[in-house]
T-cell receptor, first 112, second 117 residues
């Protein structure tokens, strides 16, 4: 089993460009999440989904959009990248609230 | 909203010694789960240990154990017989047992652990 797969692993964007990060899980998990990790701030929740076709805002949603058209995929979009969005992005999934997450390997995004 | 605080940005330990990483949290709920995650330089997030708040017994996983003090809202991680491979960033995390806010995990700021040979 692949678990949670994130693509791409690295990306450099220019300010104002757009991009989509893809997260795919093969564990039939209902819950999926996007976090960003910044030094000294831990992981902060951007958006999450509790099932196919559902999305909701997390702690730091501004500048991001998400979609979950299929249960196994959770996409994170940046419409107009800003240097403040330079970060490491993690996708995670969970079977239910009794368990922890299964994480992807992260995407390092640099906006110049 | 729940918050998780790790007051030690950095810790170091000698190989084969024991180290304890601190974590406190704030919640008004009585039923929840607590976790410790390890993030080595590879960046991969690895679940180390999980504690259910309704269980008084502290969780253990081989060389890793926790000291869960519910009344004090404290959840420390003890690593015994430290190994070079234990060097990593460690995150404490909280999850409500209620179906609220997507059952999200709330993370602390992290503690960078260095293991000296």
């Amino acid at each position: 089993n692949a678990g949670v797969t994130q693509t791409p692993k690295f990306r450099v964007l220019k300010t104002g460009q757009s991009m989509t990060l893809l997260c795919a899980q093969d564990m039939n998990h209902e819950y999926m999440y996007w976090y960003r990790q910044d030094p000294g701030m831990g992981l902060r929740l951007i958006h999450y989904s509790v099932g196919e076709g559902t999305t909701a805002k997390g702690e730091v949603p501004d500048g991001y959009n998400v979609s979950r058209l299929k249960k196994q995929n959770f996409l994170l979009g940046l419409e107009s990248a800003a240097p403040s969005q330079t970060s490491v992005y993690f996708c995670a999934s969970s079977r239910d609230r009794d368990y922890g997450y299964t994480f992807g390997s992260g995407t390092r995004l640099t906006v110049v | 909203a729940q918050t998780v605080t790790q007051s030690q940005p950095e810790m170091s330990v000698q190989e084969a010694e024991t180290v304890t990483l601190s974590c406190t949290y704030d919640t008004s709920e009585s039923d929840y789960y607590l976790f410790w995650y390890k993030q080595p330089p590879s960046r991969q997030m690895i679940l180390v240990i999980r504690q259910e708040a309704y269980k008084q017994q502290n969780a253990t996983e081989n060389r890793f154990s926790v000291n869960f003090q519910k009344a004090a809202k404290s959840f420390s991680l003890k690593i015994s017989d430290s190994q070079l491979g234990d060097a990593a960033m460690y995150f404490c995390a909280y999850r409500s047992a209620r179906e609220t806010s997507g059952s999200r995990l709330t993370f602390g700021e992290g503690t960078q652990l260095t293991v000296n040979p």
